[in-house]
Structure formats: structure tokens, C-alpha cells
């Protein structure tokens, strides 16, 4: 007869096999599933803690904003971030052409001693930071035949991440609403579309604007998220930070158990049938 399993034994073995499950990303394991931005905060200290507290493992930096070496005399954002410490994940933020987004790349590449792990961003829209697909598609075709591990920003359309995962793009990040807007998931059916047909790892990038938003993103089945203005711009940053972590691993613990379906009524909790009365 075999000894029933306790609550407390559910728990536990769903936490280790969460711990098991980890993030690949262009043949790298990463133990988080929550991808963090360096922009917006008042001061570097800030920024430092916030990433401490957010436990993400690779962080995103604007290099036409950021300095990382560039700029000397100036503040290192790789003092706080070290990359012995962190993956940098440097993205061509602020870039409106394809030739723009590929030289912002290549002096990435420079700055950090040969590192090819990026994120494409070709914008098409001033007001809205929608990206601008066909200069997008342009720069991620040279960039892989670069060398480059292209992890790219673009719109949700499930054709449009199709097409960037067959080119060779280490992993396609739609948006989930504009840039910076913190609206949470706009419109769920074309994120499950996409992640229907997904062959690389799917992350929402763009729009997440608390907690619960960065959970529904993972309850979808997304392999993660990057978010940058909804902590940078959350009144207290450090405890908004700690509450996405939490909610990246809540809503990623839920889509592995399986939630229960849908139903049109109510039922029960303890059944009725075969009780005397």
C-alpha cells in the first residue's frame, strides 16, 4: 500500500520541478524567466537594486543611451551590472532604420569583447514605438548572417514570429501593447497563436504594467517576459520589482500545473452525489 503524499510533499515537488524548467535561450540555461531593462530610474543605486531584487539573470541595455564603456569619464552601467555577474542583453532601442539597428549591434559587439547575444529593435513610430517590421526583418537577415544571436522585438501578428523564427532568430518577442503603456495583455488569442506554432522561445517584451499582467503573460504559455518602465516607473521600483519576479513564477508554475476548464455554472467543491440525507 503506498504512503499518501502531504500537501506540504505536493508543494515542494512543484517547486523543484519549476527549478528543473529552465529558460534556454540560444543554448544557454537560465534559472529566472523574467528579463529586466536599465532605463528610467532616478540613479544608478537604484537601478542596482531594483535588478537585485527583480532576480533576473539577463538584463537589457540601450547602447545609443547607456553608456558601456563608450563614453570615458563617464558612469559604467557595467559597474553595477557587472557581466561576469549578468547576461547583457544590449537592444538597438531608439533605432528607426535596419542600417541604424546593425551598426548599434556591431559596436555592441565591440564594447563587450565579441558578444553576439542581442535584441533588434527597429521602430517605425515616434508616438506609438511600434516597430517597423519590414526594416526589422532587413536587420535580423544581416545581423544572423553576422553571427549574431538575435533575440527580436516586433508586433503580435503569428505569421510575422513565424517568419523571424525560420530566418534563425534565437528567440521572437511580440508586444503585448505599446512600449512603456503598462495596458498588460491586449490581445491574448494572437499571443496563443503564436505560441501554437512556436519552434524558439516566445517572451512578451513591451506593455506589462504590474504583477498580474507578467503572470496572465506566462499563464499563456510565454517562456518568459522583459519589462523595463513598469518597474523603473512604479512608485516604490525595488518592491515592484520583487513582485514581478513573483508574478513571472506564479503565473509560469500555473501554466505547467494546468488550470482547471471553463465551465458555464457553478459546481460544487465538495460533490453532493451519494450522500445521505
Same mark, same amino acid.
Given at each position: 500500500m503506498s504512503t499518501p503524499v502531504s500537501k506540504v510533499e505536493q508543494v515542494t515537488s512543484a517547486? /523543484?520541478?519549476?527549478?528543473?524548467?529552465?529558460?534556454m535561450i540560444a543554448g544557454k540555461a537560465y534559472r529566472s524567466r523574467l528579463l529586466v531593462g536599465t532605463g528610467k530610474y532616478k540613479d544608478l543605486d537604484e537601478t542596482k537594486r531594483a535588478i537585485e531584487a527583480s532576480d533576473a539573470e539577463i538584463i537589457t541595455?540601450?547602447?545609443?543611451?547607456? %553608456?558601456? *564603456?563608450?563614453?570615458? *569619464?563617464?558612469?559604467?552601467?557595467?559597474?553595477?551590472?557587472?557581466?561576469?555577474?549578468?547576461?547583457?542583453?544590449? %537592444?538597438?532601442?531608439?533605432?528607426y532604420t535596419a542600417e541604424d539597428a546593425v551598426r548599434t549591434c556591431r559596436l555592441a559587439r565591440e564594447l563587450l569583447d565579441g558578444h553576439d547575444l542581442v535584441k533588434l529593435e527597429v521602430?517605425?513610430?515616434?508616438?506609438?514605438?511600434?516597430p517597423d517590421v519590414s526594416a526589422t526583418l532587413e536587420a535580423a537577415e544581416t545581423l544572423i548572417k553576422?553571427?549574431?544571436k538575435v533575440m527580436v522585438y516586433t508586433n503580435d501578428d503569428p505569421i510575422v514570429a513565424k517568419r523571424f523564427a525560420e530566418m534563425g532568430c534565437v528567440a521572437v518577442m511580440p508586444l503585448a501593447a505599446p512600449i512603456g503603456s503598462g495596458l498588460g495583455i491586449r490581445n491574448p488569442y494572437n499571443i496563443r497563436f503564436i505560441l501554437e506554432e512556436?519552434?524558439?522561445? /516566445?517572451?512578451?517584451?513591451? *506593455?506589462?504594467g504590474t504583477a498580474s499582467d507578467a503572470a496572465i503573460a506566462m499563464e499563456l504559455g510565454?517562456?518568459?517576459?522583459?519589462?523595463?518602465?513598469?518597474?523603473?516607473?512604479?512608485?516604490?521600483?525595488?518592491l515592484m520589482a520583487a513582485a514581478m @519576479? @513573483?508574478?513571472?513564477?506564479?503565473?509560469?508554475?500555473?501554466?505547467?500545473? *494546468?488550470?482547471?476548464?471553463? @465551465?458555464?455554472?457553478a459546481s460544487a467543491s465538495s460533490p453532493v452525489d451519494g450522500l445521505f440525507f
Open positions: 517547486h /523543484i520541478a519549476v527549478g528543473d524548467d529552465p529558460l541595455v540601450a547602447i545609443r543611451r547607456t %553608456n558601456i *564603456g563608450q563614453n570615458a *569619464g563617464e558612469p559604467n552601467l557595467l559597474d553595477i551590472i557587472p557581466p561576469q555577474r549578468y547576461t547583457i542583453l544590449p %537592444n538597438t532601442a531608439g533605432c521602430l517605425g513610430d515616434e508616438k506609438t514605438l511600434f553576422e553571427g549574431f512556436a519552434t524558439v522561445p /516566445i517572451l512578451v517584451d513591451a *506593455g506589462v510565454c517562456d518568459g517576459v522583459l519589462m523595463n518602465t513598469a518597474i523603473a516607473a512604479a512608485q516604490n521600483p525595488v @519576479k @513573483k508574478g513571472v513564477e506564479a503565473g509560469r508554475e500555473a501554466y505547467l500545473a *494546468g488550470r482547471m476548464p471553463r @465551465k458555464r455554472y
